[in-house]
């Protein structure tokens, strides 16, 4: 998966070496992080690796990246761009932030950088799906200019509060 950088941060693909599975249990463990995701994940973090490795395989428009300041080596978290599950195509943005790391702009700051990236590979569209009272994830749909949908069931069979982002129209002559 190829790097992508922006000011501040590094976007890499999570391997499976020892601080990057480590750094995945500290996060997908924290209750604060997981009650946003409807529970922790169902794998250990070397599934998880694999599995969005697949996910990039299968298209390399999208992915899950590990987000690592430039100023520091540990990942503050996972920036993500994959098929929406029971969609017909559409994508989903995502962040799932450390604690440690949140209120520092990462999360908008990587999403904004995956989604640019997108747009340039030819994705029209893309969306976010975020569980209601999730302030902080609802504040990074504002950042980004996402357009809210309002509340739907129709991708994961909970109730989520949608948002879209269109990509820019190429200027005309």
Same mark, same amino acid.
């Given at each position: 998966?190829?790097?992508?950088?922006?000011?501040?941060?590094?976007?890499?693909?999570?391997?499976t070496?020892?601080?990057?599975?480590?750094?995945l249990?500290?996060?997908?463990?924290?209750?604060?992080?997981?009650?946003?995701?409807?529970?922790?994940?169902?794998?250990?973090?070397?599934?998880?690796?694999?599995?969005?490795?697949?996910?990039?395989?299968?298209?390399?428009?999208?992915?899950?990246?590990? %987000?690592? !300041?430039?100023?520091?080596?540990?990942?503050?978290?996972?920036?993500? @761009?994959?098929?929406? +599950?029971? *969609?017909?195509?559409?994508?989903?943005?995502?962040?799932?932030?450390?604690?440690?790391?949140?209120?520092?702009?990462?999360?908008?700051?990587?999403?904004?950088?995956?989604?640019?990236?997108?747009?340039?590979?030819?994705?029209?569209?893309?969306?976010?799906? %975020?569980r !209601?009272?999730?302030?902080?994830?609802?504040?990074?749909?504002?950042? @980004?200019?996402?357009? +809210?949908? *309002?509340?739907?069931?129709?991708?994961?069979?909970?109730?989520?509060?949608?948002?879209?982002?269109?990509?820019?129209?190429?200027?005309?002559?």
């Amino acid at each position: 998966m190829e790097l992508l950088r922006t000011d501040r941060l590094r976007l890499r693909a999570w391997t499976t070496a020892d601080a990057d599975l480590a750094r995945l249990s500290d996060l997908y463990g924290r209750d604060e992080v997981t009650r946003w995701l409807g529970g922790p994940p169902t794998v250990t973090p070397a599934e998880l690796v694999e599995r969005w490795r697949l996910v990039h395989q299968l298209d390399p428009v999208h992915g899950c990246w590990a %987000v690592d !300041p430039l100023d520091d080596g540990l990942p503050v978290g996972t920036v993500l @761009l994959k098929p929406l +599950p029971n *969609g017909v195509g559409e994508v989903e943005v995502g962040w799932h932030l450390h604690p440690d790391s949140w209120g520092r702009g990462y999360a908008t700051e990587a999403a904004r950088a995956v989604v640019a990236r997108a747009f340039d590979d030819g994705l029209l569209e893309v969306y976010a799906v %975020v569980r !209601p009272g999730n302030e902080r994830s609802l504040g990074v749909c504002r950042k @980004l200019g996402m357009q +809210p949908l *309002g509340r739907t069931t129709r991708w994961y069979d909970t109730e989520l509060e949608a948002f879209r982002l269109d990509a820019p129209a190429e200027p005309t002559d």
